[in-house]
T-cell receptor
Framework: DTGVSQDPRHKITKRGQNVTFRCDPISEHNRLYWYRQTLGQGPEFLTYFQNEAQLEKSRLLSDRFSAERPKGSFSTLEIQRTEQGDSAMYLC????????????FGPGTRLTVT | TQLLEQSPQFLSIQEGENLTVYCNSSSVFSSLQWYRQEPGEGPVLLVTVVTGGEVKKLKRLTFQFGDARKDSSLHITAAQPGDTGLYLCAGGVKTSYDKVIFGPGTSLSVIP
């Protein structure tokens, strides 16, 4: 068990550019979550996958955000036409059905939009 | 809207001191998790409590879930510099999936 991994760890982009982040969950976990965290705040829920199905999306997830989990394994989060307000830590977590509240987080991707 | 509040927001103590941080809500949660997060890293799960009044111990850390399952506390005995970090509580909400609501965290600094 290698834990949840995320790539890249840091991303600096210019306003208006598109960015894509990847998350590899713990291999036997069928549930995957994306969160956003800004300084001084706890993680805010963005979206949830059970296997390959995206079952829940937060109102925080504007039309510029899209997430996929094509084969029920890794997931990607894409932000189109980035804005300075998108600057944050993007966290991925995974969990096992039946103990879904116990979520295991990756190290996060720190996005800075200049 | 279910919200979790944490207090204090910041805490700076000397090594060896004891401390308690609190997590409160007006809502009932089906479970309560505590995480510790270090700068630039993701949160690390410390414990889950599910039963009202439940107490769990993890070395020098003691976690308690309130009887009404609306609040929780984390007590650290003889704090060490390695305890420094952001302590987050997270409440489990019964929905169509295992939704978790996070509090804003308590930032703890233990000074050697």
């Amino acid at each position: 068990d290698t834990g949840v991994s995320q790539d890249p760890r840091h991303k600096i982009t210019k306003r208006g550019q598109n960015v894509t982040f990847r998350c590899d969950p713990i291999s036997e976990h069928n549930r995957l979550y994306w969160y956003r965290q800004t300084l001084g705040q706890g993680p805010e829920f963005l979206t949830y996958f059970q296997n390959e199905a995206q079952l829940e999306k937060s109102r925080l997830l504007s039309d510029r955000f899209s997430a996929e989990r094509p084969k029920g394994s890794f997931s990607t989060l894409e932000i189109q036409r980035t804005e300075q307000g998108d600057s944050a830590m993007y966290l991925c977590a995974s969990s096992l059905g039946g103990r879904g509240y116990e979520q295991y987080f990756g190290p996060g991707t720190r996005l800075t939009v200049t | 809207t279910q919200l979790l509040e944490q207090s204090p927001q910041f805490l700076s103590i000397q090594e060896g001191e004891n401390l308690t941080v609190y997590c409160n809500s007006s809502s009932v949660f089906s479970s309560l998790q505590w995480y510790r997060q270090e700068p630039g890293e993701g949160p690390v799960l410390l414990v889950t409590v599910v039963t009202g009044g439940e107490v769990k111990k993890l070395k020098r850390l003691t976690f308690q879930f309130g009887d009404a399952r609306k609040d929780s506390s984390l007590h650290i005995t003889a704090a060490q510099p390695g305890d420094t970090g952001l302590y987050l509580c997270a409440g489990g909400v019964k929905t169509s999936y295992d939704k978790v609501i996070f509090g804003p965290g308590t930032s703890l600094s233990v000074i050697p």
